[in-house]
């Protein structure tokens, strides 16, 4: 983002955060054969950025006992924590093995009870996941577990899952001995949950233990369904990981704190102070505007060395005006760039702010500015950046989604059979009650949606009647969300986690609804790529249209897998149309032969979405 857009993106993402209404679409007369669908007369919204969503601070908190992060067992305060890499083969049993197994794992029970393990169910924000039921028990247990990785004898190794269960369940860890023996040791007792819950625990190698697994398992009658597995070295560290130099702003003099700079731009009256009193009554620093006509003025630490990967900023401050936040990227070739810039509300007392930050290729340092601009006062203290996760999925490699809206029939006839003969799997989104069997004969119809399932293809939700959502009241646009869905279920084509948004019409209150109906992600209009920290409910999006050409999809997919990102495609009708939202047959077949011919990844949103951080 240059530095121009970045300054413009709060005001119109602030004026974005209730979207204008929309003239309802349903009122248009349209015929039968049309339904409610983009159109050269009725065009998708174009937005630039995400709403700005809910990030108003905590305050902060000061205790004397630490916190808990645990539900089993309250980890190790004496130093700081990193986690080693995940030891689980095949961790969110994603990949299938054998019929009714998935790869790298295995079905486990003894004693005199009936026990039925099934695989794939619906998972952790995934399709599958891993279930164990007893109906009858009079001893013994029942599981499911991974296969033995190889530990260290008196080293200390974190297990987490997530799961949901109607009883109590037990996680108990097998270990192999050096003399081909094994030991076994309960690590704890987890509580029913009515949704999937995380449970994690540490435990230290017994000695002469060369291997083990975890069985999370259940000893009476109910059930069990796990997913997200992970095992873990933990790395005790001398420091806490921050890469902010200077922290806390105690060292300093001569109104300077060492290595923090003062930054001014714009015409207004800036004045800098150090040191004021901080979080705690330590040391923090001040900036404070008498008058104000443009710019900003802001304290920030010096740039610091960084790598590809997402990073979490956290920030002690106290304003009693709107603030802002945004990354400073320091770029190999020399250049600057700005990154996602974030209202921070107002607070008369210290409060945290804390969010995640994307670094992409080509980026060596970076820091982050806490700006204001309005006549006013910010304190600031207690900072850090700290490295979150390295890229993981899709963002090692770069990948592409091809998406399919509203359902029409010549995506059927025009795009599947090369999708087929290619091995490429897509995501349609249906409109549940737009479609041939309910008199929209240039739809698909229901039996050909649930052929496309059946072909391994995703099938997403697009409301029932492809409505401008913004232009309704909220029951009805739970109906037409929530309703698409279980439409969808009905039809056996699940579990349908996807959503798209008619037009990419939505609003703060059209997000929080796709979240309860239980979607993970949701498409928007915005162009762009996808990286780990976008929201995951406003994924951007290239659509493809009858004025696009071939070598633009290629800049895009090019661009994309050189930066290891993803991108997802967007088609409405593959045909010789020539509506807006129309792409012929011919260009169609030439994208989905250079994304063979290069090799290029390409999933469904939801095999992208485990990605996502």
């Known amino acids: 983002m240059n530095t121009t857009v970045a300054r413009v993106f709060t005001a119109i993402a602030v004026l974005w955060g209730a979207a ?108 599958s996941g891993l279930q164990v039921t007893i109906s009858s028990y009079t001893s013994g247990d029942a599981k499911w577990y991974f296969n033995e990785v190889a530990v260290t004898a008196g080293a200390t190794y974190q297990f987490s899952d997530f799961y949901h269960a109607n009883i109590p369940s037990i996680l108990t860890a097998q270990f192999r001995m050096s003399n081909g023996s094994f030991t076994y040791r309960d690590l704890g007792t987890l509580s029913p949950a009515g949704a999937y819950t995380n449970a994690t625990v540490q435990f230290v190698v017994p000695a002469n233990a060369v ?58 009256a800036a004045v800098f102070s150090y040191p004021v009193t901080g979080m705690d009554n330590s040391k923090a620093a001040k900036v404070a505007m008498t008058s104000y006509t443009s710019g900003d003025a802001k304290w920030y630490f010096a740039p610091v060395s960084i790598a590809r990967g997402t990073y979490t900023f956290s920030t002690a401050y106290k304003a ?87 359902g029409w029939l ?29 008199g929209f004969p240039g739809y698909m119809s229901k039996a050909q949606v649930t052929t496309l399932f059946h072909q391994g293809h995703e099938i997403g939700a697009h409301t029932r009647t492809h409505r401008a959502l913004t232009s309704l009241s909220a029951s009805e646009q739970q109906a037409e969300i929530q309703g698409s869905r279980q439409d969808l279920l009905a039809m056996n084509v699940g579990p349908i986690p996807a959503f798209a948004y008619p037009f990419g019409d939505y609003n703060g209150t059209t997000l929080q609804l796709v979240h309860d109906a239980n979607f993970t992600s949701a498409r928007s209009t915005i162009n762009g790529v996808i990286i780990p920290t976008w929201d995951d409910y406003q994924l951007p999006r290239f659509s493809m249209e009858i004025t696009t050409t071939f070598a633009q999809v290629k800049q895009a997919i090019d661009t994309s897998i050189a930066n290891k990102e993803w991108l997802a495609l967007v088609f409405h009708k593959v045909d010789t149309g020539s509506d807006r939202y129309t792409m012929s047959p011919e260009l169609f077949n030439q994208v989905i032969d250079y994304l063979v011919q290069q090799g290029i990844l390409v999933v469904t949103v939801s095999q992208g979405m485990p990605s996502m951080q």
């Open 20 to 127: 204008p209404a929309m003239p309802a679409v349903g009122a248009v007369e349209l015929s039968p054969l049309e339904g409610n669908v983009e159109s050269s007369a009725h065009p998708e919204v174009q937005r630039l950025y995400p709403i700005e969503r809910d990030a108003r601070p905590k305050p902060v908190e000061r205790t004397s006992q630490p916190a808990r992060s645990s539900l089993l067992a309250p980890q190790s305060t004496a130093a700081a924590q990193a986690l080693g890499p995940n030891l689980i083969a095949n961790p969110s049993v994603e990949t299938a093995g054998s019929p009714g197994l998935p790869a790298q794992w295995n079905k486990g029970g003894y004693g005199t009870n009936a026990r039925t393990l099934t695989y794939p169910v619906t998972g952790f924000n995934s399709p």
């Open 211 to 268: 291997s083990v697994t975890i069985f999370h398992l259940i000893k009476q009658v109910g059930y069990l369904i796990t997913d997200e597995f992970s095992l873990n070295d933990v790395t005790q560290q001398t420091d806490d990981g921050n890469l902010v130099p200077n922290p806390e702003l105690e060292n300093g003099s001569s109104g300077q704190p060492i290595s923090w700079n003062k930054g001014r731009w714009g015409t207004n």
């Open 320 to 406: 009693n005006a709107a603030t802002f936040a945004a990354a400073q990227l320091h770029r190999s070739d020399g250049s600057l760039s700005y990154s996602d810039t974030t209202s921070v509300p107002a607070s008369s007392v210290f409060a945290t702010y804390t969010r995640d930050v994307w670094i992409p290729m080509g980026v060596n340092a970076m820091t982050m500015f806490h700006v204001l601009r309005a006549i006013g006062e910010l304190a600031t203290d207690h900072v850090s950046l700290r490295l979150k996760s390295p890229p993981t999925g899709v963002f090692t490699t770069g990948a592409v989604s091809l998406t399919f809206d509203d």
């Open 410 to 438: 010549s995506q059927y006839q025009n795009a599947v059979p090369k999708l087929n003969a290619t091995g490429l799997k897509a995501t349609f989104y249906i409109i549940s009650r737009q479609m041939a069997d309910d």
